[in-house]
Structures are given as C-alpha cells and as structure tokens.
C-alpha cells in the first residue's frame, strides 16, 4: 500500500466517524422513535443498520454511475447536493406528519376508555380522571371501545429507509471520486467501504447505547405524547440539515 492510498483510507475513517457524530439525523430518529415506540436495543439497531447500509450505498451507486459515464466531481456533488434538499424536506414532512398523529392519538387517550377485567367483570376507567366508575357488564364481546389508532410499524421503517436512501453522504463523494478518476477502482471500492463501516458503525454504537440509556427513563405525564416529541425531533433534524448544514 502505497503514502496516498494509506493516507486516503485513514482519511475515509476520521471523517465517516465525524461526519455522523456532528449530523444529528443519523441517530436522533431512531432513538426518540426507538424510544416512543417501544423498541428493543435490537430493533433499533436492526432499522439502524438497514438504513445506515441504503444511506451510504446510494452515495456509492451515484458516485460509481457518474464516473463511468463521465461526471466531474462537481456535477456530482451538484446531484448530491440536491438530493440532501430533497432528503430533509423528506424528514421534515415525515416529522410534522408523525407528531400531528402522535397528537391524536394522545388527545384519544386522555380522553378515551382504559378496560380492565376484574373476576370475569370487564370495568370501564375514564382516561382523563383520577376517579373512575366500575360498570359490570355480562359480555364482554359486545363492548364498544374507543377507536385506537395505530402506525403500522411498516410504514415507519419503510419511511425512514426511504430518507435515508434520498440522504447523502456529501463527505463520501471527494473520497470515492478521486481515486475512481484516476482509474485506481480496487482503492476507490475500498475507500467507499472503509468510510460506510465507518459511517454505519458510528450509527449503531450511538443508537445502541442512546435506546438502552432512555428506555430506563420514564416521562411521567409526558408518556402519552412521546410520539408527537418524536415527530418533532424527526421534523427538527431536517430544518437543521436544511438551515445549519448539518
């Protein structure tokens, strides 16, 4: 291995690890999501690392496509660059649309029916008060609850990746780039993948922890509006990227 290609791939690392540390929207939406939705540190870092994998193979992908067809560097960036835009715009709507339902559905517990079954009697508890009134009913079949509205967790994942495949690795594209023009392709394969375990890895180290540390905090009163929180930490993430470059 020769100085510059050393030098390319310590280069690849530093700035895979930094630039995921200083971009809030590489972690924060799985932690607060990890966190309202109740996951487990493993499905966390399972939604995690698919999305980190589309993030980072999508910069590579377009990287590759505009070398073989003949792209400078700054025409790539160009596209990278307007797929960012695109990408938070993406995390903002997903955001604003997640806390307005994650709204409704707090507004519908706090004023719906919690049902619990005492000796085969099925007890209605008003949501939105302290005291409460036992009704004994004899089939519990015919109950009417309140309608609960869910998010299928589908659609959350599915959301996310998209984002993520949009997102671009701005920092990845300089490093790929160069090499690949100089026809060294073997050195620009491994750039790309030293800076997406880099990248990928950061994430996974940063969510694990953060999702183990917050699912032992409880947020008392403001349980029922963990996921209109959420949305707005997703919504929040994208105006930084938007208005601070993060």
């Not at 999501?33 to 590579?60: E, I, N, P, Y």
């Not at 009134?133 to 519990?140: F, N, S």
């Not at 963990?226 to 105006?239: D, M, P, Q, R, T």
């Amino acid at each position: 291995m020769d100085a510059f290609a050393f030098h390319l791939l310590v280069t690849a690392v530093g700035l895979g690890f930094l630039h995921t540390v200083l971009g809030p929207d590489h972690y924060l939406p799985f932690v607060t999501l990890g966190r309202a939705r109740g996951w487990t540190v493993r499905r966390a870092l399972v939604v995690t690392g698919l999305c980190g994998l589309g993030h980072v193979a999508s910069s590579l992908l377009l990287g590759g496509i505009g070398i073989a067809i003949g792209l400078g560097i700054g025409h790539i960036e160009g596209l990278e660059e307007r797929r960012g835009d695109a990408a938070a715009w993406t995390f903002v709507a997903i955001g604003v649309a997640y806390a307005l339902w994650g709204v409704r559905t707090a507004r519908r517990h706090a004023r719906g029916l919690e049902v619990h079954a005492h000796g085969g009697h099925v007890h209605l508890h008003a949501g939105a008060s302290h005291g409460h009134e036992h009704r004994h009913i004899a089939h519990p079949a015919t109950l009417v609850r309140a309608p609960v509205v869910r998010v299928p967790r589908d659609t959350t994942f599915w959301a996310l990746f998209l984002v993520f495949v949009l997102g671009p690795c701005e920092a990845l594209i300089p490093l790929f780039v160069l090499p690949a023009s100089e026809g060294r392709w073997g050195l620009a394969l491994a750039t790309g993948l030293v800076f997406s375990a880099t990248t990928v890895a950061t994430m996974l180290a940063v969510v694990g922890l953060a999702v183990a540390g917050t699912r032992r905090l409880s947020f008392g009163r403001l349980e029922p509006w963990s996921h209109s929180l959420a949305g707005g930490v997703i919504a929040a993430s994208g105006l930084a990227i938007l208005f601070l470059g993060l």
